[in-house]
């Protein structure tokens, strides 16, 4: 294997200050993203059901749940800028949401990290060799040489024009699915995707935990919010410079972590007694007052998804299919 | 071409035999059946225990993708297969949900209902079913054994006797059901599973180190998790 070095001449010590800089950004870039601009109040915004009119409130949750499944099955048959117009697609779907602005602005930042957090994780990591196998090719571009001592944390010690590419391809895979499952969860109410299950016989006692599932995340970071929030007011992190208060933040969320799910597995016996008083599982099946119906709007989905096939199977049939192969490194 | 991301790759160099894998989830599956109908099966299950698995899930899912993957990306990356700050944070919800629930099949089906729930908001159902089939039947089914084995009183729950009794009994059964958590993941997923679906050669070495490196952190956080599970139960019933 060959490496054809083309990284920019610098003093020795400007080129170790920008590879320290890379290595803390590279593992804590994302962290502050999150933390900084989404924060807990953001999660809970971008994973709670709020009614609204646009577009994807009018499909059946049936539908909105093949949506989710076809795209995962589009982004890993096919070639990485299929997966990259998908996320785009399903981006732009967010401006269609109740509220849209504040959603898509967490959800781009939530993007903008998970973009950062997987290229990187895997662009420094990836074996030559994967990369070889990827590109068909025995010469790499060194973009970057890392000191030395980087092999100890697991880098390369090479970072090629190639590894950057595996890294920002394969992130691709996962952002598309990633949108379309929060977008299903954002515009679908529990209740919505349990009658719809049941119709496609669903094992009813499943539905009802999924159900609880949902409705449980949102109020997860509701309840962590509330419990962060206390141990600041008591004290956590008074005094320290502003810059560290997102890792005060993080150090009480893991503190309540515990306390969050026992006061939440506490309310479960409300939810049963809601339930119980309601009927639940007295007969293996169950009667719905409002029934299941498909609009236009789902007919016209579905026509949307078996074109979304064809194009997958013209990409496959050209030659565009799934160009990297994906080792998990 | 294979379906929905599954390569279906077999004979890789270094994979576990197809036929090794399939007896190990046949006879797997044959214990889930059979010690689920000595339980009652489903029917078992009252509505606060399907309460009580919805809300671990969604935590376990909570844990392991949101907190868990950012408080992970601080760990520095020599350390991570000894600190996996996400699947160890899920060990310990799943093994709080047991205590709670404490009938065989809590296990199987809270990491049934993670993987749905983790399909839904994150990976897309990719590699489905293989994911579902291999961590309710691995994970799942070593948390499910603990409860069989222990008559119910799994953690501790339930035992009458002294206090340090119960807590060597919780801290222990912690360990042991976090010692066999260690397992799956190099052996079935990275012999098995990694190459099936995406294909590739199995490194041993690799697994090895894998699987060394996976059990201190298992073992202390399984202890960690049946202690807190213990405490929980207690808590929540009050």
């Known amino acids: 294997m060959s490496f054809v070095f083309q990284q920019p001449n610098l003093p020795p010590l400007v080129e170790l200050a920008i590879s320290w800089f890379v290595f803390l950004f590279g593992a804590t870039g994302p962290i502050v993203i999150i933390l900084a601009f989404v924060g807990i109040r953001g999660f809970l915004h971008i994973t709670r059901f709020e009614s609204g009119e646009g577009i994807l409130y009018r499909l059946s949750p049936l539908t909105k749940l093949v949506i989710v499944i076809s795209i995962t099955v589009a982004v890993s048959l096919t070639i990485w800028w299929f997966g990259a117009i998908l996320t785009l697609v399903f981006w732009l779907l967010f401006f269609t949401l109740n509220e849209a602005k504040r959603k898509v602005l967490y959800v781009s930042y939530l993007l903008l990290s998970s973009i950062l957090g997987v290229s990187t994780g895997f662009a420094f990591y990836t074996p030559y060799s994967v990369l070889q196998m990827a590109f068909n090719t025995n010469t790499l571009n060194v973009v970057w040489v890392w000191p030395s001592y980087f092999t100890f944390a697991g880098y390369e010690p090479y970072l090629t024009l190639q590894a950057l590419y595996y890294g920002l391809q394969i992130t691709f895979r996962f952002t598309a699915p990633m949108l379309a499952g929060l977008l299903l969860v954002l515009t679908t109410t529990p209740s919505d995707l349990m009658r719809y299950l049941a119709k496609v016989k669903f094992p009813l006692p499943f539905i009802f935990a999924l159900t609880v599932a949902m409705r449980t995340v949102p109020r997860i970071f509701d309840i962590l919010d509330t419990v962060v929030k206390l141990q600041l007011m008591r004290g956590l992190g008074y005094g320290k410079p502003a810059f560290l208060r997102p890792f005060y933040v993080l150090i009480a969320a893991l503190y309540g972590l515990v306390p969050t799910l026992i006061f939440l597995m506490k309310g479960a016996k409300y939810t049963a007694i809601a339930a119980d008083t309601r009927a639940f599982n007295s007969t293996p099946r169950r009667t719905y007052m409002k029934e299941v119906k498909y609009t236009r709007a789902d007919y016209v989905a579905w026509g949307l998804i078996l074109a979304l096939y064809v194009s997958v199977a013209l990409l496959l049939t050209f030659g565009y299919g799934r160009g990297i192969p994906y080792v998990g490194y | ?238």
């Open chain 2, 1 to 238: 071409m294979g379906f929905n991301g599954i390569g279906g790759y077999i004979n890789q160099p270094g994979e576990i035999p197809v036929e090794v894998v399939i007896a190990y989830f046949v006879f797997a599956l044959a214990i889930a059946i059979a010690l689920g109908k000595r339980n009652g099966g489903l029917k078992a299950f009252k509505t606060v225990d399907w309460v009580y698995i919805g809300i671990g899930a969604a935590a376990a899912y909570v844990w392991e993708f949101i907190i868990g993957a950012i408080i992970g990306r601080a760990v520095p990356s020599g350390l991570s297969n000894f600190i996996s700050v996400g699947f160890l944070g899920r060990m310990f919800i799943v093994f709080v949900v047991v205590a709670l629930v404490r009938k065989i099949g809590a296990g199987m089906i809270t990491l049934f209902l993670f993987d749905f729930f983790s399909d839904l908001f994150h990976y897309g159902f990719s590699g489905e079913p293989m994911y579902f089939i291999y961590e309710s039947l691995t994970y799942g089914l070593f948390v499910d054994l603990g409860i069989a084995i222990t008559g119910g009183k799994v953690f501790g729950v339930g035992v009458t006797g002294s206090r340090s009794k119960t807590i060597a009994l919780a801290a222990i059964e912690g360990g042991i059901i976090g010692l066999l958590w260690a397992i799956p993941d190099p052996i079935f997923y990275g012999a098995f599973f990694k190459p099936f679906l995406y294909g590739g050669v199995v490194n041993w070495s690799r697994i090895i180190y894998d699987l060394i490196s996976f059990i201190p952190g298992d073992v202390v956080i399984g202890i960690l998790g049946g202690l807190a599970a213990n405490r929980v139960e207690k808590a929540v019933q009050v």
